[in-house]
């Protein structure tokens, strides 16, 4: 969550001193709209800044969610519906799955509100209001102190969240106030043929044909407030909904999305942007890669274990394509030298006035210092992160470190027993879902991972590639010494085995930790990790001030330009038309796709592109019901908001504050995106609304459904 600022006076002045703004790039903060409302209108907005954020009546933002804190969904009824991604229901509709009842691959059609599934531990907010409290933190002589304090202010139950959210690299902070939903239900589901078509082949990939929404609905107690889970709780009755369009679309049309985007990182100069596609994106892909292989080596021989590891495997998947993207993007793009010309402009600026050289002039080449000096530090950091403590023996250890720790200290024993207690419940949650097999193979290959790809040299090595136990395993036959070492960790750690664990658990002792094959190779991570915490925690400290300096002087060298805060999980709001655009190599992507793109894509049997014989039939005779155009459904469309990874499930609404869409992607042209926006290629893909009734309607015949929502037919 990276950030920028001067004052809020500064910020207002520079919102006033704006030419016409593009509707594109761009992740603004709803607070701020009154002074971009304009623009949006001269792009096709028929609504005022109040319709879409206030916090003195009912506006749009009332119907915007954020879900889980991973993704986006929109509420589209009066009895708290709620529509949002295939992808972002994922995990609930694979973990109310079952062999005998596979939610995933048959879908789910709830025929009455007895029906919905509650999901539990699945939550919903909705943003109550935001408030810029950046003076009274930044005059603080204790800003720690003076958040905490803030937010204790405003949270005056258990359903009420709040945040002080820092912008600009901690130039700015607003506070965000959250009314939290914890009773959510499924109510409906696309089979994956529907909500997952295309797969990982077509991921990130334009054009599209995913009908990626699924549908879910909050509860309340009778009060209409959050209240957990319970039988007699009744369906949310919504400060607002949106209502649905039906009307036909067109290049040009404009569009709105409002959303949770996770994080950006555009203001980076180029030596940081250099680390991370040079260095850091490619031991990720590596060690994704890696698992991946492994999970899907499982995946495929049994059934109950696809389920079980399916919501995982789809997550990190969709990480490592999009690594691999921004590192594919970039050898084809010239953003570097974009950014480097606009570096040399900033330094010359800055040179032509002795004050603005004293403060700024000096900035960047003090972050790149930064990146060269401590390259063997990031290099650790990255592999200890995505390889180190991938194997779940590996996380689980940590609370088997955190009890070595206070054994050693002498704790009393009522804390070592309370910290038992926990532990015991701890360690059946963690074998309910523990796979020894896969986790051995992952830690056998992230443990290879490490040994190769860490600096040669001791202080940037877990001390276990020196310890006599390892060095006397011996490669043999087709088991090498990782194999071998994975495989005496299965057999013997109390991090592999329910029974030793809890055995353990009613009576640990440090000698037993301290001799155990599991912990002694959890140790060694954990104890370079916390070796080089200080220094990593300093340097990044070192990194926030230099980097808010500069963006401070960029805004500075850049008066007339009004700079947006780097996304950081935040509620946004971005706008801008549907567009197609022209790829790599002169292609020509048009704006849509439709129903014969589904039926060209078929490969009968295949788990990406299998075609549901009731859906073919539907497409086939051309049973469209009301939701064609020119006899022809539209299935996905491009437009060229602003959006990323927690946007997913954001709505996709036209200038009257209709919803016509649901975001779900981004193009492969466009993987740059989150360190650097190329206007001319980067595209959201979003599923077109009349797909989803479509689906809704025809194929899963959910006329309850249809019922309650509110729909524009011209």
Wanted: aromatic fraction near 12%.
């Amino acid at each position: 969550m990276r950030i920028i600022k001067k004052t809020l006076f500064l910020c207002t002045a520079l919102f006033f001193m704006l030419p016409r703004l593009a509707a594109d790039e761009g992740m603004w903060l709803p607070i701020y709209l009154r002074l971009i409302s304009g623009d949006m209108q001269n792009s096709g907005l028929h609504l005022s800044a109040d319709d879409i954020y206030s916090i003195n009546h009912s506006s749009i933002k009332d119907a915007v969610i954020s879900m889980g804190g991973f993704c986006t969904a929109e509420i589209v009824s009066e009895k708290g519906l709620v529509f949002t991604n295939h992808h972002c229901g994922y995990d609930a509709i694979a973990g109310l799955s079952t062999e005998d009842n596979n939610l995933v691959d048959n879908g789910f059609w709830s025929s009455d509100f007895q029906e919905e599934k509650p999901v539990e531990g699945l939550y919903m907010s909705i943003l109550q209001y935001m408030e810029d409290v950046s003076d009274l933190v930044n005059r603080s002589q204790d800003p720690d102190a003076t958040i905490d304090s803030i937010i204790k202010s405003v949270s005056s139950s258990d359903f009420i969240e709040a945040e002080v959210a820092s912008m600009f690299y901690g130039k700015e902070h607003y506070l965000m106030v959250y009314k939290v939903y914890r009773d959510i239900r499924l109510v409906a589901a696309p089979p994956n043929s529907i909500g997952s078509f295309g797969g990982e082949t077509d991921n990130w990939m334009w054009p599209r044909h995913t009908g990626d929404f699924s549908i879910f609905r909050i509860y309340t107690g009778a009060d209409n407030e959050p209240a957990e889970y319970s039988p007699d709780n009744v369906p949310f009755r919504p400060a607002h909904h949106l209502p649905i369009s039906l009307k036909d679309k067109k290049e040009g049309d404009f569009t709105m999305i409002m959303g949770f985007p996770g994080s950006t990182q555009r203001y980076l100069p180029v030596s940081s942007i250099e680390n991370i596609i040079g260095v850091d994106y490619p031991i990720y892909v590596k060690a994704l890669s890696e698992r991946l292989r492994i999970m899907k080596s499982f995946m495929d021989k049994k059934k109950s274990t696809e389920l079980a590891l399916t919501s995982d495997y789809e997550s990190l998947s969709n990480s490592r394509k999009y690594f691999f993207g921004v590192v594919d993007r970039a050898a084809k793009s010239d953003f570097l030298e974009k950014k480097k010309a606009y570096e040399t402009s900033f330094l010359q600026w800055t040179g032509l006035d002795t004050a603005r050289e004293r403060k700024y002039g000096s900035l960047l080449a003090n972050i790149q210092n930064l990146d060269t000096a401590y390259i063997n530090l990031d290099i650790t950091t990255d592999y200890l992160n995505l390889a180190g403590f991938a194997p779940q023996m590996v996380l689980f250890g940590i609370q088997f470190f955190r009890l070595e720790r206070m054994l050693k200290a002498g704790a009393p024993e009522s804390v070592i027993e309370e910290f038992k207690s926990e532990m015991e419940n701890s360690i059946n949650e963690h074998f309910d879902e523990y796979y020894p097999r896969i986790d051995e193979e992952i830690l056998a290959s992230m443990a290879r991972l490490l040994y190769n790809g860490l600096p040669d040299d001791p202080e940037y090595r877990p001390s276990v590639f020196s310890d006599d136990w390892f060095l006397k395993l011996k490669d043999k036959g087709r088991k090498d010494r990782f194999d071998r070492m994975a495989r005496l960790i299965r057999k013997k750690s109390i991090l592999t085995d329910r029974k030793r664990a809890l055995a353990f658990i009613a009576n640990p002792d440090t000698l037993t930790l301290e001799n155990d094959p599991g912990m002694r190779y959890t140790n060694s991570l954990i104890d370079l990790y916390l070796k080089h915490n200080a220094l990593s925690g300093m340097i990044s400290s070192m990194r926030e001030q230099l980097m808010a300096e500069y963006v401070e002087g960029r805004r500075l060298f850049d008066s007339t330009k009004f700079y947006y805060p780097d996304a950081n999980s935040t509620e946004r709001l971005t706008f801008g038309v549907i567009k197609p655009y022209v790829g790599d190599g002169g292609k020509k992507y048009k704006a849509f796709t439709t129903h014969y793109g589904i039926l060209a894509k078929e490969i009968p049997g295949d788990e990406e592109f299998d075609v549901d014989p009731k859906l073919k039939s539907l497409l086939v005779n051309k049973d469209f019901g009301p939701y064609a155009q020119n006899d022809t459904l539209t299935i996905c469309f491009l437009h060229n908001t602003d959006i990323t990874g927690g946007n997913s499930g954001s709505p996709v609404l036209d200038g009257d504050g209709n919803l016509i869409g649901i975001a779900f992607d981004g193009n492969w042209e466009g993987m740059l995106s989150d360190l650097y926006f190329e206007e001319s290629v980067t595209r959201t893909i979003s599923v077109d609304i009349r797909y989803v009734l479509f689906v809704i309607d025809k194929f899963g015949e959910c006329s309850h459904i249809m019922n309650e929502l509110d729909i524009v037919k011209e």
